[in-house]
Nanobody, 123 residues
Framework: VQLQASGGGHVQAGGSLRLSCAAS????????MGWFRQAPGKEREWVSC????????RYTGSVKGRFTVSRDNAKSTVYLQMNGLRPEDTAIYYC?????????????????WGQGTLVTVSS
């Protein structure tokens, strides 16, 4: 499956962005989808995931209550709505797909990765 992330940009602290990740190729609804991010000088970390039909979502603690992951299987797209953005959210955000049935945090579980979209939050 091929993944194309978009929606990144430069916002002020407290602002919002919605990232999208469009999939093509294999059946999108068969994959758990995850969002990861890599801040400058840091390792890539897991942010959120959503299971195949969207009824299970999980978030890392630092974004819980501010970010919302969703998916539209008819459009083969997963979204990450980011509200209340903080400077520490600045990173390249990646979407990824895993052939699984449950939400996953481990990067090793994801077989397919998008190219990343840059989010910059200024104070």
């Amino acid at each position: 499956v091929q993944l194309q992330a978009s929606g990144g940009g430069h916002v002020q602290a407290g602002g919002s962005l919605r990232l999208s990740c469009a999939a093509s190729g294999r059946t999108f609804s068969s994959y758990v989808m995850g969002w990861f991010r890599q801040a400058p000088g840091k390792e890539r970390e897991w942010v959120s995931c959503i299971n195949m039909n969207g009824d299970e979502t999980r978030y890392t603690g630092s974004v819980k209550g501010r970010f919302t992951v969703s998916r539209d299987n008819a459009k083969s797209t997963v979204y990450l709505q980011m509200n209340g953005l903080r400077p520490e959210d600045t990173a390249i955000y990646y979407c990824a797909a895993a052939p699984a049935t449950m939400c996953l945090k481990s990067q090793r579980s994801y077989d397919y990765w998008g190219q990343g979209t840059l989010v910059t939050v200024s104070s």
